[in-house]
């Protein structure tokens, strides 16, 4: 085929038209992974029962799924220990709330002025790491000592437990922020608050969040720890109660509403993050 019919033919045919090609995704992509959970939860739940039927384990240290849910449904209309299901699971919440509050109110400033100033990291950064890597149970016998066996030991153990991640969360999200960014903001002529309002802020946030989210995590660690000081409510008291009697499914009845707790409140953080950060992971 010579030249001229060869211009001939593409004349005819028209120019080829340009294909489209997608890009291969990184990780998770966007794709949802809910399906995943539901049906990895249900392995759990089936494998939990094959081995109860099986008889794999004496009852007495893994009761059947069907004994856990008959216990919860007597303690929801009994009660357990002097106390209705409502008033635990309240008591807890209150507990836990307030040391989040008053967690979250704290340590995201001062991890935000550890990341600007250095002589706030270098006064600061020392007690808190010195504390960070203790368990609970090693400084609790000092809030007990110090606080006195009420609220207000119990909190101040969940406080603690709480503040540091969202504290050292914070510093880093400071750390993250792009200096190109920050630069751009101060040749455009930035204030120091608009600097850090329009550009510091907004690039911790996703870190400050995982933090909270840590925080939550570790606070429901600590709960059971925290309600060994002297309760007569709550879930960790009630879990703590119930193995004293060897009431195993006592026991499973307040890990699964520790478990459920604890989700809602992971499930609030991922919505928020979804609120305050919709950039998050797409840059």
């Given at each position: 085929?010579?030249?001229?019919?060869?211009?001939?033919?593409?004349?005819?045919?028209?120019p080829a038209?340009?294909?489209?090609?997608?890009?291969?995704?990184?990780?998770?992509?966007?794709?949802?992974?809910?399906?995943?959970?539901?049906?990895?939860?249900?392995?759990l739940i089936?494998?939990?029962?094959?081995?109860?039927?099986?008889?794999?384990?004496?009852?007495?240290?893994?009761?059947r799924p069907?004994?856990?849910?008959?216990?919860?449904?007597?303690?929801?209309?009994?009660?357990?220990?002097?106390?209705?299901?409502?008033?635990?699971?309240?008591?807890?919440?209150?507990?836990?709330?307030?040391?989040?509050?008053?967690?979250?109110?704290?340590?995201?400033?001062?991890?935000?002025?550890?990341?600007?100033?250095?002589?706030?990291?270098?006064?600061?950064?020392?007690?808190?790491?010195?504390?960070?890597?203790?368990?609970?149970?090693?400084?609790?016998?000092?809030?007990?000592?110090?606080?006195?066996?009420?609220?207000?030991?119990?909190?101040?153990?969940?406080?603690?437990?709480?503040?540091?991640?969202?504290?050292?969360?914070?510093?880093?999200?400071?750390?993250?922020?792009?200096?190109?960014?920050?630069?751009?903001?101060?040749?455009?002529?930035?204030?120091?608050?608009?600097?850090?309002?329009?550009?510091?802020?907004?690039?911790?946030?996703?870190?400050?969040?995982?933090?909270?989210?840590?925080?939550?995590?570790?606070?429901?660690?600590?709960?059971?720890?925290?309600?060994?000081?002297?309760?007569?409510?709550?879930?960790?008291?009630?879990?703590?109660?119930?193995?004293?009697?060897?009431?195993?499914?006592?026991?499973?009845?307040?890990?699964?509403?520790?478990?459920?707790?604890?989700?809602?409140?992971?499930?609030?953080?991922?919505?928020?993050?979804?609120?305050?950060?919709?950039?998050?992971?797409?840059?």
């Open positions: 085929m010579t030249t001229l019919e060869l211009e001939g033919k593409v004349m005819e045919t028209g038209k340009p294909r489209t090609v997608k890009m291969a995704g990184f990780g998770l992509d966007g794709k949802p992974t809910v399906a995943i959970s539901i049906a990895a939860a249900a392995v089936f494998a939990w029962w094959a081995a109860t039927a099986l008889k794999l384990a004496p009852s007495l240290f893994l009761p069907g004994e856990v849910l008959h216990q919860f449904s007597v303690i929801y209309a009994d009660g357990y220990a002097g106390a209705s299901i409502g008033q635990h699971i309240g008591a807890s919440l209150f507990r836990i709330g307030l040391a989040a509050a008053l967690a979250v109110v704290t340590a995201i400033p001062i991890g935000l002025l550890m990341g600007l100033n250095r002589w706030a990291k270098g006064i600061l950064d020392t007690p808190i790491e010195f504390y960070w890597p203790l368990p609970p149970l090693s400084y609790l016998p000092l809030m007990i000592i110090w606080l006195g066996i009420g609220e207000t030991s119990k909190v101040t153990l969940l406080f603690l437990a709480m503040f540091a991640p969202i504290c050292l969360s914070a510093q880093a999200g400071v750390r993250s922020v792009s200096v190109e960014r920050a630069n751009a903001a101060r040749s455009l002529g930035a204030s120091r608050l608009q600097l850090f309002t329009h550009i510091v802020l907004p690039s911790a946030l996703p870190e400050i969040l995982t933090g909270v989210r840590i925080a939550f995590g570790i606070g429901w660690g600590t709960l059971v720890a925290a309600e060994l000081i002297a309760s007569t409510r709550g879930i960790g008291f009630l879990i703590m109660s119930a193995a004293q009697f060897l009431a195993t499914d006592v026991v499973f009845v307040g890990i699964a509403i520790i478990s459920v707790c604890a989700f809602g409140f992971g499930f609030s953080v991922r919505l928020l993050e979804r609120i305050l950060v919709p950039w998050k992971g797409k840059a």
